[in-house]
């Protein structure tokens, strides 16, 4: 199944009749968020992780061509690590855009299991 069947589906429209450029990050970020099934309070934390990764990196910028490197790189650039809540709420994030097709590259691989990135 493709991006666009997968994304046609999730906008209403199952039969993807409606041909869709590629999904921005501001755009799966947004998609991602309110389809998610996340508590209230998961959805807000997930939001502003998901805004720091957005003002770092072009939001207009398709999930497909961002790179695991850009992603750490733009976790890297704030005056303080990362938080452990913006660490899963980008793997999560991954998770879904590859689940979606929107991406096949694992966002976060740069990542530790429980940690941030790790200085350059």
Known sequence: MDARH???????????????????????????LAT???????VR?????????RAAVDEETPVAALTARAVV???????????RVEVNAIRAFSRWCRRHGLTSVDLVS????????TPP
Not at 73 to 83: C, E, F, I, K
């Open 6 to 32: 997968n994304l046609a589906e999730l906008a209403g429209d199952p039969l993807g009749v409606s041909a869709t450029p590629p999904m921005t990050l501001r755009e799966a970020a947004t998609t991602f």
């Open 36 to 42: 998610s099934g996340y508590a209230r309070e998961t």
């Open 45 to 53: 934390s997930y939001g502003r992780a998901l805004s720091r990764l």
């Open 73 to 83: 790189g733009a976790l890297n650039t704030s005056d303080r690590a990362p938080q």
């Open 110 to 117: 740069e990542l530790g299991e429980n940690e941030g990135p």
